[in-house]
């Protein structure tokens, strides 16, 4: 069983940045690709991006291009988002999740994503 643990949310203005941390248990991090994905209130949960297992691609909401980045350290079992030039559109619980071992591609399709931390709350202020 892969658990998921994430923080670095908080409290920012309009314009600032912070950085997610996704720390994962188990032997298997390296062995699948990874997502990040956030749910605002009243809304579905959306994605935002995901890295493949050797983080050598990676994929982004057209919402986020060009603001926020994934990135991932396989010896320290850790998936990080760099949230860049926030708005309060980006205000939500983000998520990181992990589909089953095995899977390369960095993936938008929430069904493929299997485990799943408790989030950590975004809040941007205008």
């Known amino acids: 069983q892969v658990q998921l643990v994430e923080s670095g949310g908080g409290l920012v203005q309009a314009g600032g940045s912070l950085r997610l941390s996704c720390a994962a248990s188990g032997r298997t991090f390296s062995s699948r690709a990874m997502g990040w994905f956030r749910q605002a209130p009243g809304k579905e949960r959306e994605f935002v991006a995901a890295i493949s297992r050797s983080g050598g691609s990676t994929y982004y909401a057209d919402s986020v291009k060009g603001r926020f980045t994934i990135s991932r350290d396989n010896a320290k079992n850790t998936v990080y988002l760099q949230m860049n030039s926030l708005k309060p559109e980006d205000t939500a619980v983000y998520y990181c999740?992990?589909?089953?071992?095995?899977?390369?591609?960095?993936?938008?399709?929430?069904?493929?994503?299997?485990?799943w931390g408790q989030g950590t709350q975004v809040t941007v202020s205008s």
């Open positions: 999740a992990a589909p089953w071992a095995g899977t390369n591609q960095a993936v938008n399709d929430m069904l493929q994503y299997v485990h």
